[in-house]
């Protein structure tokens, strides 16, 4: 995605969850020997899309010790500028916790928002608007405070780890049926693509199937393999055919257990229909939870690509953004053959913190609303099935070297969120973080992720 300074308030659209095997120990791969994170500088500012209305932390990387004296400076670019100056209305707070709109005017020179000394780690959001010319102007930025010292909320259940375990007894019961059709669409000189799936567990009526596309490069000789988690929604798929054409077999599924090649209107409707809420879909059953089907087909996807006659045994890694990110370190936690995990803005991170003043991941569970009603109602037994699905307590039990990334500005997957589930993990880490970037990812990231996937396997980018 295009590297935009202005974070446009995002939509809580569905994203891609990722949360992983109560592994066995995995020896770090030596390519992992990399800086622990790398903080790559913001844009000038936090701007409005026309570059009218600016908004920007005092400190060039947006990030502060706690304690230390922080502010943000709003400007705006309008010509003549009145002398009365220009009308704006800003919100100040905890990421997604901002609180109430407060108005103000902003004088040629600049307006400086000063924010309390903060005590505790965590994030502060200024949300901008402002008319100007008969056009509303917004512009974001979030200041992180001690973000490396922000600490889970959610439990870490006693006997997550035999769920967990009888789950995958259960999904070893069903066999796998892999059935592969060729797509010559998807090919090129370079890599043969098909459509694959397999069976997985179901419900009541019997096994469900996972579908997918998988790439296998042309080339002889046995390959590095990449399997590739979705973000939430419902949409076709057409499989990771440049990695393939880098020398990764790859795989590339979908969660709902459709085919990746009908007609666009299909998911549509699904989206609108059926699937609308599936991440709360049987919420307070921790043993029909929508995502227990998803968790454990996600874990069959990774199965199937090491039973390729042509991975090289050696090398399989597990990559995804927002709800793919947390399938991500769901299957990593949960496979032991898995080598290397890469985890963008990972969904469903410490989604207990809005109980306890925190931020919570997406979906946002138990958030309260501007009118006070708290969602997802009874807590208790929605909360305690969280605890085997959170995507920290998959993270706990990453043993991998692993590729992390996100922006502070992100208001569906919040930084507080994402910081809670990166401390948890104790495997080899780095994390490249772009403070000004929202739920997606910088060109420089995307770089940065490629570059270390390839690393993973013993090639140079």
């Not at 991440?279 to 990774?302: E, T």
């Not at 959170?390 to 991998?400: E, G, I, L, P, Q």
Request: charged content about 15%.
């Amino acid at each position: 995605m295009t590297r935009q300074p202005l974070i446009k308030v995002a939509r809580l659209s569905l994203l891609a969850l990722a949360l992983g095997h109560a592994a066995l120990a995995a020896q770090p791969s030596p390519a992992a020997a990399a800086p622990a994170s790398i903080l790559l500088p913001p844009l000038a500012s936090a701007t409005s899309a026309d570059g009218a209305l600016s908004v920007r932390p005092d400190r060039a990387d947006w990030t502060y010790a706690l304690g230390a004296s922080a502010s943000f400076r709003i400007t705006l670019n309008v010509k003549p500028y009145p002398a009365g100056g220009v009308p704006i209305r800003y919100r100040l707070g905890p990421d997604m916790r901002e609180g109430a709109e407060v108005d103000a005017l902003v004088p040629a020179e600049g307006l400086t928002l000063t924010v309390p000394a903060q005590s505790a780690p965590g994030f502060i959001r200024c949300l901008v608007t402002a008319k100007v010319a008969g056009k509303t102007l917004a512009a974001v930025a979030t200041a992180g405070f001690a973000p490396e010292r922000i600490q889970a909320t959610q439990a870490d259940p006693a006997d997550f780890d035999d769920f967990w375990r009888r789950q995958q007894e259960a999904l070893a019961k069903v066999p796998p049926d892999v059935q592969t059709v060729a797509a010559p669409e998807l090919s090129n000189d370079k890599v043969e693509a098909f459509y694959l799936s397999f069976q997985n567990v179901g419900n009541w009526a019997g096994p469900s199937r996972f579908h997918g596309v998988l790439a296998v490069p042309r080339a002889q000789g046995k390959f590095p393999a990449l399997l590739n988690l979705p973000g939430a929604g419902v949409r076709p798929y057409r499989g990771n055919i440049a990695m393939a054409e880098k020398g990764f077999i790859t795989l590339q599924v979908g969660i709902h257990g459709i085919p990746v090649n009908l007609a666009p209107e299909v998911y549509e409707q699904l989206a609108r229909g059926a699937l609308a809420e599936y991440p709360r879909n049987q919420l307070d059953d921790r043993n029909s939870y929508y995502y227990r089907r998803v968790y454990l087909g996600a874990l069959r996807a990774s199965d199937v690509l090491a039973g390729h006659p042509r991975w090289d045994g050696k090398t399989l890694v597990v990559a995804g953004g927002s709800q793919g990110g947390q399938l991500s370190l769901v299957v990593t936690a949960l496979n032991p053959r898995v080598t290397a995990v890469a985890a963008d803005f990972p969904a469903y991170s410490d989604v207990s913190g809005y109980l306890q003043d925190s931020t919570g991941g997406w979906p946002a569970l138990f958030r309260t609303s501007p009118s006070g009603q708290l969602s997802d109602q009874p807590v208790e037994p929605k909360l305690a099935t969280t605890r085997y699905y959170d995507s920290v307590n998959f993270a706990r039990r990453v043993k991998v070297p692993g590729h992390y990334s996100w922006g502070y500005n992100d208001m569906v997957t919040p930084p507080t969120s994402l910081h809670a589930a990166y401390n948890a993990i104790t495997a080899p880490k780095r994390l490249v973080i772009a403070p000004d970037m929202a739920h997606s990812s910088s060109p420089e990231q995307n770089r940065l992720r490629t570059d270390w996937i390839l690393q993973q396997a013993g090639n140079k980018p």
